[in-house]
Nanobody, 123 residues
Framework: QVQLVESGGGLVQAGGSLRLSCAASGRTFSSYAMGWFRQSPGKEREFVAAISWRGASTYYADSVKGRFTISRDNAKNTVYLQMNSLKPEDTAVYYC????????????????WGQGTQVTVSS
């Protein structure tokens, strides 16, 4: 069992930056691939970024490629999402998720989810 707690969300102006963190409980964090997803009102939850269990492989949605960076520190049981050059369309609740299988770009393979953190980008 893994419990995930996101933090770091907030209100930022367009062009600004935020760093999200997701702290995981349990001793087996390094065994999980991790992902970030987001959901805006009236829209489905969508993939943002994912990272393999060792951090060797990363994946990004086209909409964030070149602006967002996912990373992890297995010693701290934490995964991060550095978000730069933020746009109003990045406004959403951001969720981290853990997968026992692989770093997927879809929701299905993720077994555990955090409660989400709100990111609001003003124009």
């Amino acid at each position: 069992q893994v419990q995930l707690v996101e933090s770091g969300g907030g209100l930022v102006q367009a062009g600004g930056s935020l760093r999200l963190s997701c702290a995981a409980s349990g001793r087996t964090f390094s065994s999980y691939a991790m992902g970030w997803f987001r959901q805006s009102p009236g829209k489905e939850r969508e993939f943002v970024a994912a990272i393999s269990w060792r951090g060797a492989s990363t994946y990004y949605a086209d909409s964030v490629k070149g602006r967002f960076t996912i990373s992890r520190d297995n010693a701290k049981n934490t995964v991060y999402l550095q978000m730069n050059s933020l746009k109003p369309e990045d406004t959403a609740v951001y969720y981290c998720a853990a997968s026992m299988v692989y770093a997927a770009v879809t929701l299905g393979p993720y077994d555990y989810w955090g409660q989400g953190t709100q990111v609001t980008v003003s124009s």
